[in-house]
């Protein structure tokens, strides 16, 4: 130092020197001032040799770039030791990630940010790593990259939504607004996690993903340890944005490309893509296994086949319920194509490519995989084979699928379920059902509507006709109901009984309609009602009528359980009186004498008969056109209590002991029985008309019965409360269901009952449904035309 500046002493005094000498001379003056400016710059250049050592050191901060800041520290994984000497696993990667933060310039070298680097822009902290930073061009020969945050471009201050609408950036951070520039960095900072993002913020970041795998890889050790958390990443992006449909295809033809060229090389095994390609297009990963199937023949697996039967057909309940599809695909191709299809020869060469989603990578970074298929031809054979699987499929679940399409409730609901077949039903409504049946094999249960509902998942209460489908499933289940939700008119509400009871082999729906039991069944149901309007003489009057229903030799065995069913449940609630009585109105005046013997021996049975159950009885006997008189003589007769009125072939039993034969009283019961066994076969048909020159003698009380009944009779066969309702629907194509529960309340009816027996009623007429919906309920409009005025 000290000899540096003796020599600037030096040079000084030949400079003054040669200064006063210049002066003499005049001309040489310039010559010397140029020398001194060359004098002084070589003195300062000498004076920094430690800071251009340093600048050499540091390739970091380039020439002519002072306002470079200091770049982000990378994560210690970019330097990772030689496989050879320690073997890298994904877990020791992820223990030596370093995240560092620091803040972007306005200069910042391109560069990618490895997973658990840090970096904050325009204020807003960004975790995690996995993109592009910076405004200077990209190594690896490809200098423009679309996912590179340039920190130099405006970025809004506002407050911006996440979810604001996207004007369309043509997939270019360079392209957006400054506010879906804000929006892109805090969807990063977020976690990158929201569902409801619009699309073109995830396909912007997945493109640098696409960029790092199918570029940087190719010369970058550090991109190659990358790949393990991208591929990790890749597959977190399908699970969180898998329904968007851009996005699944752009995650799932990379993830299927890079699956494919790693199983070719030797690699991981293959796996099914598990996104959707589009109509008729052969998947790569497909092709790989056709080639495979061609080199070691065998069928076609199940998953790979219903795998391209979606491809070749797309339905749609393959979207919507994809899981339960491939359940229904996987029988219905086992039972129609036995081991699988055939994969043979010929066969033919295709060259398949990965194309990028990134505009910016070309084709030359996607090698092509040459693979050797069947040919068109023999592949439009299996595809024709395959698309009748579909349908097969698509039959099993169509019904659910749209019913789940338009209707809120949740796929395991009952509802849903009983628009599947058995085997693909829910395996939760399995178990309940098979739980259920284990208890009714032990015997009868009563159980409330509402408590049925609850034990097999129901979301709401049960319209008609998926009652009738509970029934069907019930019997699947060995399962009988009473009352038969198949042929129960009248909609149930949470509180009404059921009694389920085992379903025995030759338990038909249609047994239950019978001539013998209907009348039969009426005849209990009065019965319970007199046996309700005494306490005290019950217990005996049950048995009565148990071993009553138990002699019965007209019945099968599933009609006797039924019957016994019923009685448990009007034991327990009787039956009401109304609707009763629409049942015996028809009834031909002989069968309404049996049915009066049947009250009058069941209210003999037992130690006596008190004053409660004597009018009940005489409130019965004219709703069954009988006299009074007969009422009080048959509780009078020695011989009632013991007596059993006989059923079609029945014999009459024998008088119980202590009471003498008198012959004349047998013949009479016997000629009874006679005629009771052949009216019972016209039970709810009308008798015989009358010739016509005895129309005279028609009595008075039918015609004015018959006269009654057409003043009554109102819209459609309804009666006139449902009459009233259902010309008040009408006066308009649409009704809220607010609107709805005030007609029906206005009218004393309740709304779900009343617009189903308005639906049957149509259906009889004109096999259509009039009213559809819940809410809002809509009235048929081309139906209107049909309806009487």
């Known amino acids: ?267 991981a095994p293959l796996t099914l893509p598990t996104h959707q390609v589009s109509r008729g297009q052969l998947p790569l990963s497909l092709g790989v296994t056709l080639r495979e199937l061609l080199k070691h023949p065998r069928p076609l697996p199940a998953e790979w086949a219903c795998f391209w039967g979606v491809a070749i057909a797309q339905p749609r309940a393959a979207a919507r319920s994809p899981a339960l599809f491939k359940s229904a695909f996987t029988k219905r191709y086992s039972q129609m194509c036995g081991q699988g299809i055939a994969v043979t020869a010929p066969s033919a060469f295709v060259d398949f490519r990965y194309q990028p989603t990134s505009f910016a990578l070309g084709l030359e970074y996607c090698e092509p995989v040459k693979l050797t298929v069947p040919q068109p031809k023999a592949c439009e054979q299996m595809q024709v084979q395959l698309k009748a699987v579909v349908d097969a499929a698509m039959q099993d679940i169509d019904r659910y699928s749209r019913y789940v399409a338009k209707n809120a409730c949740s796929e395991a609901a009952l509802e849903a379920q009983l628009l599947l077949p058995q085997w693909l039903q829910d395996p939760a409504l399995q178990s309940s059902l098979r739980q259920l049946q284990q208890v009714v094999a032990q015997g009868q249960l009563m159980i409330t509507w509402e408590d049925l509902l609850s034990r097999l998942h129901a979301s709401g209460n049960l319209v008609k006709g998926e009652r009738g489908l509970l029934a069907d499933l019930l019997a699947a289940y060995q399962i009988a109901t009473e009352p038969h939700l198949g042929l129960c008119s009248k909609a149930l509400v949470s509180p009404d009984l059921l009694v389920l009871y085992p379903r025995q082999a030759d338990d038909q729906p249609e047994a239950v309609q019978e001539v013998e039991l209907s009348l039969v069944e009426i005849g209990l149901d009065l019965a319970c009602i007199v046996l309700h309007s005494d306490i005290q003489h019950q217990d005996s009057r049950k048995a009565y009528l148990l071993s009553y229903v138990d002699k019965l030799i007209s019945v099968t065995p599933a009609q006797r359980h039924r019957l016994i069913a019923r009685l448990t449940l009007s034991f327990t609630r009787p039956p009401a009186l109304a609707p009763l009585r629409k049942l015996v109105a028809p009834l031909s005046a002989n069968s309404k004498q049996a049915t009066a013997k049947l009250l009058t021996d069941m209210a003999s049975a037992g130690d006596g008969i008190s004053a409660a159950t004597v009018r009940m009885l005489e409130k019965l006997y004219p709703m069954l056109d009988q006299d009074l008189q007969q009422l009080y003589s048959g509780l009078h007769s020695p011989s009632r209590a013991s007596y059993q009125p006989p059923m079609p072939g029945e014999a009459s039993p024998v008088p119980a002991a202590g009471f003498s034969l008198d012959t004349e009283r047998i013949a009479a019961l016997q000629r009874e029985s006679q005629s009771v066994a052949a009216l019972l076969a016209t039970v709810f048909v009308d008798e015989s008309p009358l010739p016509a020159d005895s129309g005279a003698g028609v009595d008075q009380s039918t015609s004015d019965a018959t006269q009654e009944k057409s003043e009554h009779t109102g819209m459609c066969g309804l009666d006139p409360e449902h009459s009233h309702l259902l010309r008040q629907l009408i006066t308009k194509p649409e009704w809220t269901r607010a609107e709805g529960l005030v007609l029906a309340a206005q009218i004393g009816l309740m709304l779900d009952g009343a617009l189903e027996m308005i639906n049957d009623s149509m259906l009889d007429l004109f096999d259509e449904l009039l009213i559809d919906g819940d809410d809002p309920i809509q009235i048929n409009q081309d139906l209107l035309e049909q309806l009487p005025s």
């Open 1 to 267: 130092m000290i000899i540096s500046l003796m020599a600037i002493g030096v040079v000084l005094s030949l400079i003054s020197n040669a200064i006063e000498f210049l002066m003499a001379i005049g001309w040489q003056l310039w010559i010397a001032a140029a020398c001194l400016v060359l004098a002084i710059v070589f003195l300062v250049d000498r004076f920094r040799p430690n800071e251009r050592r340093t600048s050499k050191q540091n390739p970091s901060n380039l020439p002519g770039d002072p306002e470079a800041p200091s770049a982000t520290v990378r994560s210690s994984h970019n330097q990772p030791p030689s496989p050879a000497k320690q073997p890298v696993t994904e877990a020791a990667i992820a223990t030596v990630v370093k995240p560092a933060a620091a803040p972007a310039g306005n200069r910042m070298p391109g560069r990618w940010l490895g997973p658990g680097e840090t970096v904050e822009l325009a204020g807003v902290r960004i975790e995690g790593g996995m993109i592009y930073v910076g405004n200077v061009a990209l190594s690896a020969g490809l200098a423009n990259e679309p996912s590179r945050i340039n920190p130099a471009l405006d970025v809004s201050t506002e407050a911006v939504a996440l979810h604001s609408d996207i004007s369309g950036f043509g997939a270019d951070y360079g392209a957006m607004s400054p506010t879906e520039r804000k929006a892109y960095l805090l969807w990063l900072a977020g976690g990158r996690s929201d569902p409801n993002a619009p699309a073109e913020l995830v396909l912007l970041y997945f493109m640098g993903l696409e960029r790092r795998l199918l570029v940087d890889c190719r010369h970058d050790d550090d991109a190659k340890l990358d790949a393990i958390f991208i591929m990790a990443e890749l597959q977190r992006l399908t699970a969180v944005y898998g329904h968007h449909h851009m996005i699944s295809n752009a995650v799932g033809n990379l993830r299927d490309y890079l699956n494919c060229v790693s199983f070719i090389q030797g690699g």
